[in-house]
């Protein structure tokens, strides 16, 4: 129902996405696009491409006067960098002037240059960079702002990065963004944050990088999306994958997840309650973080996502081999982050925004926001 796509590399001149299936009458500004894409670059421990970097944006169809037409909705993100990089990364016909030969352990260039055929990393890299997550961002600002328009909302926190592992408990709610955002590390518990800080500062004067942890949490879904009838319908099957699609993403968990898988049933699922002064069923507990038979329940939705540390070092020691001598040697070195756990939060936002959004228009319909919104209220009220 609701489906995007990005195109561009890392390095090229524009980053594009198209988003279909936006029902008519959804509000969105050009600011918020960039305010959205202005939190992906947040976070202790990114590197100086964040400070090099602008996001240029142009909406270029699909919005007249700050509404959607219900047509495909197209944004540009043009990259300030693209003179630096013309001739490197020219689509027209000639070779770069030199080749990347060195693939590096954990990321895309050795098995995408055997697949592809390529003799140049390059020509992987580019396209598997991280980059790309601007153009999803982008997307979720409109997954956003529908969810919004039947109550929900989503915020993402992180829990751990390295070894400083948040205090269990501690979420933030649907009114705390501001708060999570000013954290250095986007951690919501403030007494982690120092250690949190210290874990990217040791890595940081060792060459190295951190992965880490990020929680992100549904407020205000609707009961009922996704499906118990279809394996590709169900809910946490669609939220797993849309996670993992991030780059360096290794491990997604719903809920208590894999500390669940160690309980008693007894202790393990979240007993049903009737709440007489609301009219409404609620869950005891949010276990099960939201979900049951692969539908939400209308409670909190909790998802968290692993992210491995990242695969380019600031001082590259890991073995490969060259693919052209065919010689051990160390990967080549690309400018890079010591962490991007806390940036990763707001792309792990953007993809559970878009899950939900896009079940939203599955569900309730409509080819106008008043038509879906009108279906939801009512499907509300016959609960």
Known sequence: MLRFLTAGESHGPALTVIVEGLPSGLEVTLDEVSAELARRRLGFGRGPRMRLEADDVEILGGLRHGRTLGSPVSVC??????????????????TPSERATQPRPGHADLVGMQKYGFDDARDVLERASARETAARVVAGVFAKKLLDAVGASVISHVVAIGMAVATAGSRPGPDDLEAVDASPVRCFAADDEAAMIAEIETAAAQGDSLGGVI???????PTGLGSHVHWDRRIDALLAGALTSIQAMKGVEIGDGFIGASRRGSQAHDEILWDATTGEYRRASTRAGGTEGGMTTGGLLVARAAMKPLSSLNRPVLRTVDVDTKDETVAFKERTDVTAVPAAGV????????VLADEVTRKFGGDSLAELTANHRSFVASL
């Open 77 to 94: 993100i043009r990259n300030t960098e693209w003179p630096k990089w013309s001739d490197e990364m020219s689509p027209h016909p000639g």
């Open 215 to 221: 929680e992100v949490l549904g407020y205000g879904v």
């Open 347 to 354: 792309v792990a936002e953007t993809m559970t925004a878009l």
